[in-house]
């Protein structure tokens, strides 16, 4: 199998806006769902990716419609890039009936199949085989789609993700297994779950390449994920990406997070990156105050009128949850 090789890409200045417009939209999202959590107005668990963003960003980035993603508890941003309406989402997390599900479930499970979305489950890891089934009916039907697949280093000590991975290596399937190792499985620190350093040298047993790149870095992010893109693509089977990040919050939002020092929350925080991203635009003179200040006021005109729209959504009527129930 070609190993991975540093891939060359440009993006034009539009395209890095729009990518530093995606980071903070996802920010300002979850942001929002954890104040919205304290004044009860969520009814799903909130599991923010806050600190997180580049990775979605990086990797949803250089999609096209017809790629599946298989999302996390963590990965609500995905939702987004992939087309779902923040006003969808929104009403989701509200438990209304406008929401994806029609306020049926939890933000975790709900999927869009129209817009390459898998619903997930609740296990840990369950989504890797089904990813990897993904991968194998796009083969079977000969085209160039791809499912990228996300999940925890937790997940990554499961059977289901050993599986995943053994199938998708022999059969070569179109499959991106994106690995956000944000250090913590709940409160379980990383060197207490795995004897080795990097996730990524798991897919060496499958016969695959696994790389592990700076998860906080959009840029490192995108260009790991058209590499491997391109290899499935073009039938050269899957890639394990580990990106390294730290997750700013708890493990939801009712989890204090008392686990880890102040120390250690602040210097990941000093690697944010958002404003890592908009010093490279500023320096580069793609981002400019006026341009900085259209985009934030983009995102609080979207981020208010989605939370309005849930908040006069109306709840389903109690026979509505008998519908939908099996398909067509
Ligand atoms: C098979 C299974 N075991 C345990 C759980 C309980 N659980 C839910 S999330 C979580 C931690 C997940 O950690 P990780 O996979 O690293 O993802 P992260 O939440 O850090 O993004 C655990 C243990 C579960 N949902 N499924």
């Not at 939002?253 to 250690?264: G, L």
Request: hydrophobic share 40%.
């Amino acid at each position: 199998m070609p190993p991975i090789k540093r891939t060359k890409f440009k993006l034009a200045h539009d395209q890095l806006l729009e990518m530093f417009f995606w980071l903070k939209l996802i920010r300002a999202f979850d942001e929002r769902l954890s104040t919205l959590v304290k004044q009860g107005k969520v009814r799903s668990g909130v599991y923010t990716g806050i600190g997180q963003e580049a990775i979605i960003v990086g990797t949803c980035f250089a999609l096209r419609k017809e790629d599946f993603i298989c999302p996390l508890h963590r990965d609500l941003g995905s939702f987004l890039m992939k087309g779902v309406e923040p006003r969808a989402m929104m009403s989701q997390m509200f438990g209304k009936a406008t929401g994806l599900s029609k306020g049926r479930d939890s933000a975790l499970h709900s999927g869009v199949t129209e817009l390459g979305i898998f619903g997930n489950t609740s296990m840990l890891g369950a989504n890797l085989p089904v990813a990897a089934g993904l991968g194998l009916t796009f083969k079977m039907e000969k085209t160039d789609n791809v499912v990228v697949a996300y999940f925890g280093e937790g997940a990554s000590n499961v059977g289901d993700f050993h599986e995943a991975l053994n199938f998708a290596g022999v059969q070569r399937l179109p499959v991106l297994f994106i690995c956000e190792n944000n250090q913590y499985a709940y409160s379980v620190p990383v060197e207490k779950s795995m004897a080795i350093d990097d996730v990524a040298d798991r897919a060496e047993s499958y016969g695959f390449d696994g790389v592990a790149i700076n998860g906080n870095d959009v840029l490192a992010v995108y260009q790991a994920t058209q590499g491997a893109l391109r290899r499935a693509r073009e039938g050269d089977g899957p890639t394990l990406i580990e990106c390294k990040t730290y997750r700013w919050h708890g493990h939801s939002e009712h989890d204090k997070a008392f686990y880890r020092t102040e120390e250690e929350l602040l210097q990941w925080k000093s690697r944010d990156p958002i404003p890592v991203f908009q010093r490279y635009l500023q320096d580069k003179k793609v981002l400019t105050d006026q341009k900085l200040a259209g985009i934030e006021q983009r995102i609080a005109k979207e981020i208010e009128e989605a939370e309005a729209f849930a908040e006069r959504s109306p709840f389903p009527e109690g026979p509505e949850a008998l519908e939908d129930l099996y398909a067509p």
